[in-house]
């Protein structure tokens, strides 16, 4: 089992809650996108992987209607009645389970409660996606104990409504699925068009950081609509000039990009470039990591940052750094920026026997530059959510 000692910990945390043992537990990892950026929305291809860091979810069925559920780091506990989820104000913790218990309610009548706690080492609010590691290790454990049949991906379907209607985030469903489909030694292939989900190959030569500059520019979400309007402008021109159905740039190859692309503005133009090429790059990635090429594949990893460089301008001063950096490091294939861009993190594929090297490597030249380290955290590609314990 992956981090063992946390699951030890969310149990006896339980026992000290409840009183007794929870009848069934479930975990679900955090996740890292790797290449594929902005073209979720695009209708494109994404690859990600979750990571070796997650959230226990442990639960016993009450007898009473009441809901006890216990954030296991805080040891606070909130109830409510298992009929009648409502967002709440306080405890906001509390919103993502609650959210997957209003989901799953939707696909059945649940005549008892439950005690619930949940414990994980992701570290929050840092890109590595603890909300989603929140919400499918609670549907998991709960649909169990509801006896709920629901697909992988009707359940990432159910952390997603849980994200929007009870934590007021628009997320797409990169997270969820990532979360659910991980396997170690490989990254997560999704198709955002037809929702097909596959798998690619990173073998155990080579290993994932992750550098957190926590860096936040301005106007971060007035910028983030921007793009999706220009890319949505971008198809509507694309759809009027190209023989074939456009339906979003997904639709639209490099070389149609190149021969038309002088009849927009010039903005729009620079700005569709980034995910109709990105798009092209996640499916050579993947081809790549098919025959082993991990050389091929870090290259195109360095392209993704450029064309976020040039074309998409959603990259900033801290990430081109780590950037830049992680280029002299000994055993460092690959690196761009992770996520929406503006700030977070960036992602540097490393020799598995250089990554603890690299990851000091990079820290200091960050704390060189900006007098404080970037965060860096060695990430294996492993294994997606589970049921551990169960009756
Ligand atoms: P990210 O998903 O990148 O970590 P979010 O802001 O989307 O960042 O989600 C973080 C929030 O999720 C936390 O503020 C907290 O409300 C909730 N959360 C997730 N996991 C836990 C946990 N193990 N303990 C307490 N709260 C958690
Ligand atoms: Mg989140």
Redesign the pocket.
């Known amino acids: 089992m992956q981090n063992r000692e946390i699951f030890e910990a969310a149990c006896a945390k339980f026992k000290q809650c409840y009183g007794r043992d929870p009848v069934i537990v479930a975990y679900a990892p955090?996740r890292v996108e790797v290449i594929g950026n902005h073209t979720d929305y695009n209708e494109g291809l994404v690859l990600s992987a979750a990571i070796n860091n997650g959230?226990f979810f442990a639960v016993a069925p009450a007898t009473g209607t009441t809901c006890r559920l216990t954030?296991?780091?805080?040891m606070h506990e909130v109830r409510f009645e298992v009929g009648a989820p409502e967002p709440v104000r306080t405890d906001?913790?509390a919103?993502?389970c609650m959210g997957v218990l209003a989901g799953l309610l939707q696909r059945g009548k649940f005549a008892h409660g439950f005690d619930a706690l949940?414990?994980?080492n992701?570290?929050?609010?840092?890109?590595?996606?603890?909300?989603?590691?929140?919400e499918i290790s609670t549907a998991l454990a709960l649909a169990r104990l509801y006896n709920i049949k629901a697909d992988p991906l009707s359940l990432a379907r159910i952390g997603q409504q849980a994200?929007h209607k009870f934590?007021g985030?628009k997320c797409g469903l990169l997270?969820q699925i990532s979360s659910l489909f991980g396997r170690a030694g490989m990254l997560v292939q999704t198709d955002f068009r037809s929702l097909e989900v596959g798998h690619a190959p990173l073998g155990s030569d080579a290993v994932l950081l992750i550098c957190n500059t926590h860096a936040k520019h301005a106007l971060v979400d007035g910028e983030y609509n921007q793009r999706r309007a220009d890319c949505e402008a971008a198809a509507e021109f694309f759809r009027q000039r190209l023989p074939h159905p456009v339906t979003a740039l997904r639709d639209v190859s490099w070389a149609e990009w190149e021969e038309h692309h002088s009849g927009l503005d010039d903005r729009i133009a620079r700005r569709a470039a980034h995910p109709i090429g990105e798009n092209e790059r996640v499916a050579k990635g993947a081809e790549l990591l098919a025959k082993g090429d991990l050389e091929g594949f870090g290259r195109v990893m360095f392209l993704s940052h450029e064309s976020s460089q040039r074309y998409f301008e959603n990259s900033c001063e801290e990430l081109d750094h780590v950037v830049e950096t992680a280029r002299g490091v000994a055993g460092v294939l690959g690196a761009r920026l992770s996520g929406g861009g503006f700030g977070g993190s960036v992602v540097v594929l490393v020799r598995a026997a250089d990554a603890e090297a690299a990851a000091g490597a990079l820290a200091a030249g960050y704390a060189a530059r900006y007098g404080k380290p970037c965060d860096v955290l060695v990430i294996h590609p492993s294994d997606g959510a589970s049921i551990v314990k169960e009756p």
């Open positions: 955090g959230t954030a296991g780091d805080l906001t913790w919103n993502y949940f414990f994980g992701i570290p929050l609010g840092s890109g590595l996606s603890s909300s989603a590691a929140l994200e934590a985030v997270d």
